[in-house]
């Protein structure tokens, strides 16, 4: 199974050397730092000398460019941090995927079958294969779910990656001369994302949990800054004269806010929750977003962000 959300960073920076001459050394010791803290993850191929490091928190990124400068001598430019968003699927699709080719001669043939169902928040992605023996050669097998996982990076909506689902390859063809491991993995793939299509796709957005105590004065403009975040409040209470209420906000809407009051309270990671049908910039159709976010080297998606949140 792949690796469950709650492990998975909300936020990421891109990183770039000021001199071109240190890209090497830049990999090289982002490389070096991740294998140090595994909370940080990094994509160490850069593109136009640019390299990924995602993390938690603000602070835990902000640390890494501490680190490049003071350990590794290393002068970086460090973009503001971004939002990570997910997808998922919310119903059973299926789909067909065959690659069929001829190249120089050699055949390409690869076919199978697959369903997609949803596999519960937080779980991850799990890969069955159903197909009864001597339909599908096993290695084929192993190539379809190498398929199925690149597909799983580029998501359907907006380039982010696909998580907690369940794929059931089910059915499928090859031939004895023509088929081949590269064939079955593109049918994978295409298997893959015809199947999403068709089981209701949406797109997933971190969601932080705030505590906040105020004086009775002030509960009602809070609550207030926490609606307009498309936040809700999930409890309130008296201790001791002062108002303590406790919301969830989505943690793209905390970070646009020009109110900087919420952030200045205990915060924390909740989880990922659904964008609202339509809820992001005008989207109409449920759960597909009119204008996406932009969407950064393997599937991580960006929405402007500046916050330090603290996470167990």
Known sequence: MSEPNKYRPILFVTISSLASSDDARLRVALTEIAKQDPTIKIDAEAVDGRVVAAGMTQSHLEAIGDRLLHEYKLMVNVSEPNVTYLETIRKIGEAEGKYIRQTGGLGNYGHCKLRIEPNGPGKGYEF????????????YIKSIDRGVRSSLELGILAGCPLVD????????SYHETDS???????AGSIALREAAKKASPVLLEPVMAIEVEVPKELRGTIIDEISSRRGRVESMEDVNGWHVIKALVPLSDLLAST???????PIEFAGYEAVPDGGWRGGTEPGVPAILPKAPKRGLSSAAASLDSETE
């Open 259 to 265: 109110f900087q009051g919420l952030s200045e309270f």
């Open 165 to 172: 689902l369940k794929v059931t390859v089910f059915d499928g």
């Open 180 to 186: 081949n491991e590269l064939a079955f993995e593109l």
């Open 128 to 139: 069955v294969s159903s197909i009864p023996d001597g339909v599908v050669p096993n290695q």
